[in-house]
């Protein structure tokens, strides 16, 4: 037995703010993405500075397509995707990160949103709604965990910030 597992909350009363996201590996990292699809050289440094700016943890979800078919994959539609083998190795990283995302609530940190990529076949939300995500929005749902998921577009990101300040304020 653990010497602080009667009243976990209790440790949680420093600095922290409790709000996380799960974010899309690319967000991070663009040398993540097919060839010839990187926005940015690095970082999306619009949405880390909104992340910043709002007090809210980062979890950096990996690529599923990365860690399935390697940095020089050639760029492949969901429907490609949409197989057994690759399914199943996206609903595995999905399980795990839905356990990481119980721990914290467990202690009173909150799942402000999950941030996904436009148009991608495994991390998108909206228009293409990507095979990653609906893995991730599965297993959140089986622990009744409600998390709104919000779909980043590279070409039109002080929109989407925009968006995200007003989602960063609710209370969902």
């Keep these: ?10 440790m949680l009363k420093d600095k922290r703010s409790g709000k996380v996201a799960l974010v899309s590996h690319c967000i991070l990292n663009q040398n993540s993405r097919v060839l010839g699809l990187a926005k940015r050289p690095s970082i ?6 909104f992340l910043v700016h709002n007090e809210i943890g980062v979890i950096q979800m990996p690529c ?13 539609t969901k429907e490609q995707y949409d197989n057994v083998i690759y399914r199943r190795h996206c609903r595995k990283i999905a399980e795990e990160f839905a356990k990481q995302v119980q721990e914290y609530r467990k202690c009173g940190v909150k ?40 779909e980043v577009n590279f070409e039109h990101l002080k929109r989407d910030i925009i968006k995200l300040e007003k989602l960063a304020k609710s209370e969902c």
């Design 1 to 10: 037995m653990f010497l602080f597992e009667a009243d976990a909350t209790s």
């Design 44 to 49: 999306v440094n619009e949405i880390v500075q």
């Design 64 to 76: 599923p397509e990365l860690a399935y078919a390697g940095i020089l994959r050639p760029l492949q």
């Design 111 to 150: 799942l402000k949103f999950v941030l996904g990529v436009d148009g991608s076949p495994s991390c998108g939300v909206n228009e293409t709604s990507g095979i990653f995500m609906e893995e991730l929005r599965s297993a959140l749902d089986k622990r009744a965990m409600l998390v709104a998921f919000f």
